[in-house]
């Protein structure tokens, strides 16, 4: 059984920071590639991130290039998500995924995710 945790949401001024956390348990964390979604109110689940199983390769959703950063400690089984010059926008239930057949490639498909966090709201203000 494999449990994800996120933790580090807030409400967060446009222009400022959040680090998200994602701690992982009940598999090994290294075999995985890992992924960040979000979901805003009335929407459908976006793909933001991913990133391979050392952090080889990552992918980004082209409305967050350069603004976030995905990166991985795979000895305290904990994928990050560092936010800056966030935006209204960002606004959203943050979800972090592990998918379970992929290591050295990411995919930003949701279905390709079978392992998911219960959401950590994100809420950015003008």
């Known amino acids: 059984q494999v449990q994800l945790v996120e933790s580090g949401g807030g409400l967060v001024q446009a222009g400022g920071s959040l680090r998200l956390s994602c701690a992982a348990s009940g598999r090994r964390f290294s075999s995985n590639a890992m992924g960040w979604f979000r979901q805003a109110p009335g929407k459908e689940r976006e793909f933001v991130a991913a990133i391979s199983w050392n952090g080889g390769s990552t992918y980004y959703v082209d409305s967050v290039k350069g603004r976030f950063t995905i990166s991985r400690d795979n000895a305290n089984n904990t994928v990050y998500l560092q936010m800056n010059s966030l935006k209204p926008e960002d606004t959203a239930v943050y979800y972090c995924?592990?998918?379970?057949?992929?290591?050295?490639?990411?995919?930003?498909?949701?279905?390709?995710?079978?392992?998911w966090g219960q959401g950590t709201q994100v809420t950015v203000s003008s």
């Open positions: 995924a592990l998918d379970t057949a992929r290591a050295y490639s990411v995919s930003y498909y949701a279905r390709h995710y079978d392992y």
